[in-house]
């Protein structure tokens, strides 16, 4: 728990910013019409790779003592991972709204 505070501590900086970018992505998507919440989202899931090459590169330059940012860094690859891949099956159910459907034959 003492490493976890000390982490939070020596990172405040990185904290507040994390909490200003959720506040601003909330106010950002509530001034977005209804119409285009799926569309923006797909999109926005399948640029989150940029998070996957982050956290490789933090887990690369880690020292292999430091645990905490081992694991998150971890953590921001599975989650980054399944956001993109999330991304990608939400862009194509939705672009497969939009293809034309055969005819049925009575």
Known sequence: MEALLAFAYEHMDMIYIVILSIILGIEVIESVPAVLHTPLMSGANAIHGVVIVGAIIVM?????DNIIALILGFLAVILGTLNVVGGFVVTDRMLDMFKKKPAKKD
Do not use: D
């Open 60 to 64: 690369g330059t880690a020292s292999p």
